[in-house]
């Protein structure tokens, strides 16, 4: 029999960026529509609202359930969103009962990587496997375990903090606490800084194109590696390097099927990936190396959105949403 969860859909909210990403996906994981609009700092709950009434017009069969991907700490026994620095007033509320009273709907809160992560899973890059971790390297670095097909919080909810391992014992500090972790070298706006320290200390650095843009982004470097500018070509090669080490240690750590790598430093394709997979082969354990596929994230900007809307499909299921 047929139950009517299954020809219902579920709504999707992403509010990790700067605009608010919402998508109505059908319980099989297609996506119907698509939304985006402005997260203007004002109330979040009327904002996150909007949007899904909309979404909800589109919807033919009904809607079932709505999930949120939060930049920050949900207590998975509560709901309660505990830490957020880009949305505090996310943790001042109860975010999710003051959804559900306006929406209607049962509501699954999650934190952002874990529910791109649940997303690539479900139906993207990791499809297929078990056992996965995901890395999403952006504005900052994210990481997210999915064990025997369910995701992974640890003790306190933090697991997955990849962006955090160290990386270079003598590097500079991060915003941690700690010295050299990985997203020290390797986020976006630290490929740029170690972009312009470069091309400021290399002479020959003066035949790169991206000495005549001084405003560059890490966008703009990938850019002009995969244009054949050298100098660029080096400083991904180099960033993709620093990640295979970590990635090395994920490997050994947790033997996993496959290991999903997403976020915008991620679009410079194989330039990126390429020495990702030579560097974490050649530091992994052999035969725990052999047993992972380290791919390429493939659902781009949904990834979050998607994952929250089948996370909401789920606790739906299994009753856990409030
Ligand atoms: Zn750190």
Request: proline share 3%.
């Given at each position: 029999?047929t ?6 859909d579920?709504?999707?909210?992403d509010?990790s ?9 059908s319980?099989?994981?297609q996506?119907?529509?698509r ?14 609202t ?7 017009d589109?919807?033919?069969g009904?809607?079932a ?9 949900v207590n998975?026994?509560?709901?309660r ?8 007033s ?5 975010l ?14 999650e934190n ?8 690539e ?6 499809r297929g496997?078990?056992?996965?971790f995901?890395v ?5 670095i994210?990481?997210?375990?999915i064990?025997?097909?369910k995701l992974?919080?640890g003790?306190s909810g ?8 160290t990386?270079?014992?003598?590097g ?33 650095s003066s ?6 843009n001084k ?11 995969r ?38 430093v991620?679009e ?16 992994a354990?052999q035969?725990?190396?052999e ?12 990834a979050?959105s ?9 606790a739906?299921s ?5």
């Amino acid at each position: 029999m047929t139950s009517p969860e299954q020809t219902k859909d579920y709504i999707g909210v992403d509010v990790s960026g700067a605009a608010l990403r919402a998508a109505l996906v059908s319980s099989g994981g297609q996506v119907v529509e698509r939304r985006e609009a402005a997260l203007d700092g004002g109330d979040l709950v009327a904002q996150i609202t909007r949007i899904v009434a909309e979404l909800r017009d589109a919807s033919r069969g009904g809607v079932a359930a709505l999930g949120v991907g939060i930049p920050g700490l949900v207590n998975p026994e509560t709901g309660r969103v505990i830490i957020s620095s880009g949305l505090p007033s996310a943790v001042s509320g109860d975010l999710q009962a003051e959804l559900k009273g306006a929406t209607g709907l049962p509501v699954t809160l999650e934190n952002d990587a874990n529910a791109g992560a649940f997303g690539e899973y479900t139906i993207g890059a990791g499809r297929g496997s078990r056992n996965m971790f995901y890395v999403t390297i952006g504005a900052g670095i994210g990481g997210a375990i999915i064990l025997d097909g369910k995701l992974w919080h640890g003790a306190s909810g933090f697991a997955g903090e990849f962006g955090h391992i160290t990386i270079d014992p003598e590097g500079i500090e991060c915003t941690c606490g700690n010295t050299g972790c990985l997203e020290t070298v390797a986020s976006a706006p630290n490929i740029v800084r170690r972009t312009h320290e470069r091309l400021y200390r290399d002479g020959t650095s003066s035949l790169s194109r991206l000495a005549m843009n001084k405003e560059f982004t890490a966008a703009d470097v990938a850019r002009e590696a995969r244009n054949g500018d050298d100098f660029a070509l080096l400083m991904i090669e180099r960033t993709g390097r620093s990640i295979g080490t970590a990635v090395a240690a994920v490997i050994n750590l947790l033997n996993p099927e496959r290991i999903v790598l997403g976020g915008g430093v991620m679009e410079a394709g194989a330039l990126i990936l390429d020495p990702i997979i030579r560097v974490a082969g050649r530091r992994a354990f052999q035969p725990c190396f052999e047993a992972t596929q380290i791919v390429a994230a493939s659902l781009g900007t949904d990834a979050v959105s998607t994952g929250a809307a089948m996370l909401a499909r789920d606790a739906t299921s299994s009753s856990k949403a409030v």
